[in-house]
């Protein structure tokens, strides 16, 4: 399809260049062949007419068409429709890319080979002239809706007005499934969001009664069987999960249906009520008051646990690590003393082996060091049995 935005504008520009050639040179051309005084009344009456014709068009801008009185304008991406003693009769389309289909109102890209779907060139934009006022008059009806607010999560206040278009372009809408029974039979209320786009005005305004509201109707039975196959626990902790599930339930065509003629939800809503939706989201799950107390509670409970584990993991390694440098002390304490002994030992045999003996009798948890006190002790010994050792023994040097 090759779109023909820049072609429009092009022509456009050239129309009213012409125009305004065409009026300079019949100005001219006047001014040639009429006296001066003709020449100038006509000028004056065609710039009374301009003024006039602005006045009018000013007029008809500003008060016929906001009103719906014979004019109308219709916003970028929308459509409004006309009436005929309540009967339907036409769509009126403004979309830079689009236009109707003009034997079923189908939305249709714009495409220059096709001239039955050509979009037609307007002047003045969204203003659009209808024929047979009153009789002929703009459909309005009540619309009620919520959607989302700029960051895509928090809904906006639910909104009811009176309006005269149908918006076409994609939007996202919010609502809830109130009470779905997940597989404990635990209800659950349910947020999502559908993006939704208008394939055919009047198939949505006029096949069905409140096409919105139709859309939410056939989602939420959806919702209900997906949310009763899991437990709350899975559910809230997967809601990518959930979605995919729910995108996967509404494309697929329903079991009992003759081959051929099944059709998925998303498929039935386009074919019959003109509505396409083009996405669906779960935004969160909300349990009962007592149960959403008792999940916070349990989490609480998780989280103190979780803490008393890591302080207990650190206690134990503090543990570890003073056992390891208390053992790694004891066995250089050792060491040294075996070193001291065996000097000690081969200086004088006997006096060793006295001392080797006294050490034994200790009690069985004390360290004994070989060293000063060693020494000391052996020239005690030493002096008490009649010997007199070095004062160099007894500093271990």
């Known amino acids: 399809m090759v779109k023909i ?31 001066a005084r003709a020449y100038l009344v006509i000028i004056i009456g065609l710039a009374i007419l301009t003024i006039v014709a602005l006045i009018v068009f000013l007029f008809i801008y500003r008060v016929l068409a906001p009103k719906n009185i014979f004019f109308t304008i219709v916003k970028e991406g929308t459509a409004k429709t006309i009436v005929r003693g ?46 047979f006022w009153p009789l002929d008059r703009i459909y309005t009806y ?139 989201k779960v935004l969160d799950i909300d349990p009962p008051k007592e149960q959403r107390e008792a999940t916070l509670l349990e989490f609480k409970a998780k989280q103190e646990q979780k803490q008393i584990q890591i302080r207990a993991n650190a206690e134990r390694v503090k543990r570890t690590t003073e056992a390891q440098g208390e053992a790694n002390a004891i066995r250089k304490v050792s060491k040294a003393q075996a070193e001291r002994f065996k000097v000690f030992k081969e200086v004088d045999p006997e006096l060793a082996a006295l001392a080797l003996d006294t050490a034994g009798k200790v009690e069985p948890n004390k360290i004994v060091l070989i060293g000063k006190d060693l020494g000391d002790a052996a020239r005690n010994l030493g002096n008490f049995l009649g010997h007199k050792k070095p004062e160099s023994l007894g500093s271990g040097s």
Not at 6 to 30: N, W
Not at 97 to 113: G, H, P, R
Not at 242 to 259: F, H, R, S, V
Request: charged residues 30%; hydrophobic residues 40%.
């Open 5 to 35: 935005t820049i072609a429009e504008k092009t022509l456009k520009a050239l129309k009213v260049f012409g125009i305004v050639i065409g009026l300079a040179m019949v100005g001219f051309f006047l001014g040639e062949i009429l006296p």
């Open 86 to 131: 309540g009967k339907f009769r036409k769509v009126l389309i403004q979309w830079e890319k689009c236009t109707l289909d003009q034997e079923d109102w189908n939305v249709v890209d714009v495409v220059d080979v096709d001239k039955k779907h050509r979009r037609k060139l307007r002047l003045f934009g969204g203003l659009h002239f209808f024929w």
């Open 142 to 280: 009540n619309f009620e809706w919520k959607g989302l607010e700029s960051d895509g999560i928090t809904p906006h206040p639910y909104k009811e007005e009176l309006l005269d278009n149908i918006f076409l372009k994609q939007y996202v809408y919010y609502s809830e499934v109130k009470e779905a029974e997940d597989v404990d039979r635990l209800p659950l209320d349910i947020y999502y969001v559908l993006t939704i786009r208008i394939q055919n005005p009047y198939k949505a305004l006029f096949k069905v009664h409140k096409w919105l509201n139709v859309v939410f109707g056939r989602i939420a039975p959806e919702i209900r069987n997906v949310i009763a196959q899991k437990p709350y626990e899975k559910l809230i902790t997967d809601l990518e999960g959930l979605t995919n599930e729910l995108k996967k339930n509404i494309k697929e065509p329903k079991n009992g249906m003759a081959e051929g003629d099944a059709k998925g939800i998303i498929d039935t809503l386009k074919d019959q009520y003109g509505v396409e939706v083009l996405d669906v």
